[in-house]
């Protein structure tokens, strides 16, 4: 990794960590766009090398609001919504 990329090695090596301890698809949740770009260039980087690698992002609002999905994303008013969208995940998944 060189230029843009080294600042993500760390994200990097934790998500390949991530993947060989079995996890084929990570959830990040923040209120930050800007670090859920991050999250998904790192994302990117580890999908190159391992296909099955995923990853599903929250933008958290801190508001009233409900489940949205964006393109890349989904954005949520509070961290019950999310849970509430990863259970249907998970039974659809099941």
Sequence with gaps: MDGPTKKLR???DYLKHKYFEGYKTVVYADDSQKNLEFFQQAGQIVR???S???WRLYHI???RTRLKKKKRYFSVGNLLD???N???FRK???
């Design 10 to 12: 760390p994200e990097v």
């Design 82 to 84: 999310l849970l509430r």
């Design 92 to 94: 659809k998944n099941n």
């Design 48 to 50: 190159k090398q391992y």
């Design 86 to 88: 990863e259970k249907i």
């Design 52 to 54: 099955d690698f995923h």
């Design 61 to 63: 609002l801190n508001n």
